[in-house]
């Protein structure tokens, strides 16, 4: 069963550390996660009882949609 699972994952995943979302987005460590409160950011995935990562599938996704807002509104 599991490994339907695992075939489903991308090749190029890895998981981030708070420390490297922050220096990939810019943002605070307060700000990721008023973002993740309101659902505007991606959630992390726990991958231990006191230890959290995110997909770096998931942000490079919510970079790319922040450069095509940015260029949808420049050609408007």
Known sequence: MQSNTISQVPANLALLRLP???AQTGLSRSELYRRIAIGSFPAPIKI????????????????????????AKTLS
């Open 20 to 22: 490297q979302v922050k």
């Open 48 to 71: 231990g009882t006191r230890a959290s990562a995110w997909s770096s599938v998931e942000i490079e996704g919510w970079i790319a949609e922040r450069v095509a807002q940015r260029d």
